[in-house]
């Protein structure tokens, strides 16, 4: 572990239970089922549908370079900064703790991380969320997708999944790091027919036995 990751984490309290139980309990209060959730087709379309021009944009957990050109294809004067410590991803920077990113200039609007947090222990997710509330401005919107757990196989097929994120859970991490969770919402990448197919045909047969179609679990909180 890099030593500006590590004093990002070591500013940040532990998570403690008795407050991701409260927060989880709210946010399922206000969203009780995952079943329930509204459907999008990918999380990518949550962001763009809130994204602008003359925005910036913070990519934590980039990959590859592929989403700076598809949001540049869309948002052509979209600031767009990408963070992944993959040294193959050709990311930005390789550690949310890096000050150059503080350094870098203005506050930035939109954060997402899409499919990042499953991959670390919850108590890393929270120290990560919490340096991206420092880095948004104040009324900006983190973006944060998880695999939808109660889909078969979507959590268990990648080795280097560590924390399942139930959807109140994810809520509730947001809630932990500072956020006011706006937005939760389901994605399914299929075709428009094979989504009504699926909400309309298998969605009530599978929810009978807690079982899910959705690719992810999206979550908005706002700063």
């Not at 998570?15 to 329930?36: E, M, N």
């Not at 929270?126 to 757990?149: T, Y």
């Not at 790091?177 to 389901?186: K, N, Q, S, Y």
């Not at 990448?189 to 699926?198: C, D, N, W």
Request: aromatic fraction near 6%.
């Amino acid at each position: 572990m890099s030593a500006t990751r590590r004093r990002v984490i070591d500013s940040t309290p532990p998570l403690s239970w008795q407050r991701l139980r409260t927060a989880r309990r709210d946010v399922a209060a206000r969203w009780p089922s995952p079943f329930r959730l509204p459907l999008e087709k990918r999380p990518s379309d949550v962001l763009y549908a809130r994204l602008a021009e003359r925005m910036s944009l913070l990519d934590v957990g980039a990959g590859d370079a592929t989403r700076r050109d598809r949001v540049h294809a869309r948002f052509p004067d979209v600031r767009y900064v990408s963070v992944d410590p993959d040294p193959e991803s050709g990311a930005d920077h390789a550690d949310l703790g890096e000050q150059e990113l503080a350094a870098a200039g203005e506050a930035f609007d939109v954060a997402t991380l899409f499919e990042v947090v499953e991959h670390v222990a919850p108590e890393v997710a929270l120290a990560m969320l919490v340096r991206v509330h420092e880095l948004l401005a104040p009324g900006g919107l983190v973006i944060v997708s998880v695999p939808a757990i109660h889909t078969p196989g979507r959590f268990l097929r990648d080795c280097t999944h560590v924390t399942p994120w139930a959807h109140d859970e994810l809520g509730g991490l947001l809630v932990m790091a500072g956020f006011d969770v706006t937005t939760l919402v389901r994605t399914y990448p299929g075709s428009a027919l094979a989504r009504v197919a699926r909400r309309t045909l298998l969605g009530p047969i599978g929810h009978a036995f807690g079982i899910g179609y959705a690719y992810s679990i999206v979550a908005v909180g706002s700063r």
